[in-house]
């Protein structure tokens, strides 16, 4: 490998450990953990989640309770201010990642105007290519 690519790579990492998404996702992580509601919620969640991917390997399809209790458990999740501050983090780091993918495979494809998802960079690849606000 080239040692070049290997420090622009190295650099990069450095920046993405250092940005303010990953601190805030970090942070917001932390809170939600602290926080004995969010983790009943989260656990709730998570039984439900495995409770429903057993169904569906068994070849069963998920019946109206389900996507009831499905629809119950989110609306807890999205009510609850700490588990909803993680995932605001979460999916702003998630788009950091995505634009720093965009910009790669723009450079690696011959450096194509937009993304390659066939349209200008926007809402329809799930990035803009600038800044996430």
């Not at 998404?21 to 989640?49: G, H, Y």
């Amino acid at each position: 490998m080239s040692a070049e690519i290997m420090e622009k790579a190295s650099e990069l990492a450095e920046a993405i450990a250092e940005s303010r998404e990953l601190a805030q996702m970090r942070d917001a992580e932390l809170t939600m953990n602290a926080d004995p509601t969010a983790v009943s919620i989260i656990e709730e969640f998570q039984e439900k989640q495995k409770a429903v991917h057993n169904k569906q390997m068994r070849g069963e399809e998920l019946d109206e309770q389900d996507k009831k209790d499905i629809a119950r458990i989110e609306d807890k999740m999205s009510s609850h201010p700490a588990i909803r501050a993680y995932i605001e983090a979460s999916e702003k780091f998630e788009y950091l990642m995505r634009s720093v993918n965009l910009v790669i495979a723009r450079a690696i494809s011959g450096g194509e105007q937009g993304c390659g998802c066939g349209s200008a960079c926007g809402p329809e690849c799930g990035a803009d290519c600038g800044s996430y606000n």
